[in-house]
DNA sequence: CCTATAGCCTGACGGC
DNA sequence: TGCCGTCAGGCTATAG
């Protein structure tokens, strides 16, 4: 599930339910989600805090306690979240949760166990350590700063925007739609890409993702005409010209795209 | 720098 | 009903 869009409304969704109460136990039902932080260490460091904010950089979140650090959360392929009231309501693939004192849980659920939790002082820190390119919605992210870092690369396309470390948040199926929206073939080089034509990529990129993320992410409430809404509505025919979408394997993952309307 | 490949994990789905 | 292969919205390590 969790790409930028999607992550933003998790990011929401802490923010509504799980501000301003005490942590009283911290549950880790599987250390190998654990990134670069132990049990001892999050438990010392979360229990007894209350989150004061939720932030999100490309596709992690993170939970601010003050003068204690950032949970840091990563979702993987099949990562979700769920506050409940009841602990008899924990979910199936519950991986880890934050019991607070009134009862009230905030359960991890991580199906692949493929996602992270880990523990962060400062988060510029983290993103810096962690190689995360800047977010894809961020504002100091201009069309200039976006062409220049994609102008000079080598590689595809679709690779280049999924690459975390160009741009953070864009992940299989939303460089799909940016890629259909402005009309280009996942597999271009990049480097035969005009800068008009980048610059048509970045709008395409801004206006995806802030319609997604101001849904978060939530598939059934995207815009008719978004090849990603129409595909998991079962549909493979292109939703502007109705041929069939092709797939490709590009730089293995698999890359939907309208043989019709996307050129090289 | 870039690509392909394999690996980490589990569950859903289709074919037989 | 069961078994099998395939696939899935992420990322990393490795080799070429």
Redesign the pocket.
Known sequence: ???L??VEGLKQYMDATSLHQTIGHVATYDK?ILKDVNVSTLRKRLEGGQIQAAGRH??YLFALLPNRGNLVL?????GNLLYHSNPEDEP??TRFALIFANGSQLSFIN????GQVSFCEDRQSFIHQ??LGPDALDHELNRDRFINSFK?????IK??L???SIVAG????YSDEILFQAGIDPRTK?NTLSEKTLGTIYKAMRRILKTAARHG?A?DELPKGWLIKSM?RGNDSCPKCHAKIE?A??????ARFCPNCQKR
Do not use: C, W, Y
């Open positions: 599930m969790p790409e869009p999607d190998r490309g596709k990563h979702f993987g392929m099949t199936d693939h199906v692949r166990r493929l962690s190689n000079k690369r080598r590689g595809m690779p280049a999924m690459n975390q864009i992940g299989n199926l990049v992410g598939a998991q797939k394997t590009v730089s293995g993952r698999t």
